[in-house]
């Protein structure tokens, strides 16, 4: 009986009827609360109406009955640190997925690419808060009318729950005006910063590390970056290190050498200047 409320649900998925497709998943668990796949396919299902809660619980519950060494739970890993990132808690999830990362280069796991690209979400949102705090620190003005931007930016996003919780809208809805909400505060913070920029003639400026420049297994800036043969870019280190222990390409799976990488000298110009015009991203 739970396997066909989840058979249900999937299909329910598959047409992106993402609601009646949890309530299936719900009743699948209620039926039978130990199988993880239950929990796993709720969560995904909840990442897509932006239940960052509901998906922080299914994820841990997943992670659980996995045990948190199985290279199966990784996937849950990956939907928990997306779920913290929704949460606003990047120093959770940053942990979350570069543990999880860590392990997925062990045990060569799918997952590898996925918790890579969080890590560095986690990272770039943990640097934005800090970016942030900096810029606020430097002038009180600003800092002031971002409050205020922040304030109505919550206000909405509790009236937009009040609604669902009164059944005045649906999740889906909910979750797709919460999304416009978030960017329309983005875009007026970003016009904001801009607009002291040009008034404090580059002074008071949010400082940004282009994504290019970053090492997909280290998350630092490359200072030596050189190129595998499937075309993707990595500090020599690192991947040095990473190909000794794997003898695979980390993105592709594909085996590799060492004698198969090449300097990748426009990429570390790149580098160099960036570093030598900010001084600052050494310690990003």
């Known amino acids: 009986m739970a396997q066909e409320l989840k058979s249900k649900g999937n299909e329910l998925f598959k047409k992106a009827d993402y609601s009646g497709a949890e309530e299936l998943f719900s009743q699948a668990i209620q039926k039978n609360p130990h199988d993880p796949t239950f929990y796993t396919n709720r969560a ?4 897509k109406l932006g239940q960052w809660p509901g998906v922080e619980h299914d994820a841990r519950a ?3 009955i996995y045990g948190p060494k199985n290279p199966v739970a990784l996937k849950s890993s990956y939907y928990l640190a997306q779920a913290l990132l929704g949460l606003q808690r990047p120093q959770e999830a ?26 560095l979400r986690a990272k770039q949102q943990l640097w934005a808060a800090r970016e942030t705090a900096r810029l606020r620190d430097m002038n009180e003005t600003l800092g002031s009318v971002e409050a205020l931007i922040e304030a109505d930016l919550q206000r909405a ?10 059944g005045e809208i649906g999740q889906v809805g909910c979750t797709e005006d919460q999304a416009v909400l978030r960017a329309d505060a ?3 913070v970003g016009n904001l910063r801009e607009a002291f ?3 404090s003639q580059g002074e008071i400026q949010e400082r940004v590390v282009p994504d290019y420049l970053i090492d997909g297994i280290t998350f630092e800036i490359m200072h030596d970056p050189v190129m595998t043969p ?34 990748n000298y426009a990429l570390k110009a790149a580098c160099e200047e ?10 990003w």
Not at 106 to 118: I, M, V
Not at 240 to 255: A, F, H, M, N, Q
Request: no cysteine.
């Open 157 to 166: 996003l509790a009236e937009l729950q009040a609604q669902l919780d009164r």
């Open 44 to 47: 995904i299902t909840r990442i």
């Open 94 to 119: 940053y942990h979350v997925a570069h543990d999880a990362y860590e392990q997925s280069l062990e045990a060569k796991n799918a997952q590898t690419e996925n918790l890579s690209r969080t890590v």
């Open 197 to 199: 920029r040009l008034a």
């Open 186 to 188: 983005e875009t007026k």
């Open 274 to 283: 960036f570093l030598t015009k900010n001084g600052w991203a050494v310690d």
């Open 62 to 64: 997943a992670i659980d």
């Open 230 to 263: 499937s075309g993707s870019s990595f500090d020599r280190i690192g991947i040095v290190k990473y190909i000794e222990k794997s003898g695979v390409d980390p993105l592709t799976r594909v085996p590799v050498t060492v004698k198969d990488l090449r300097p």
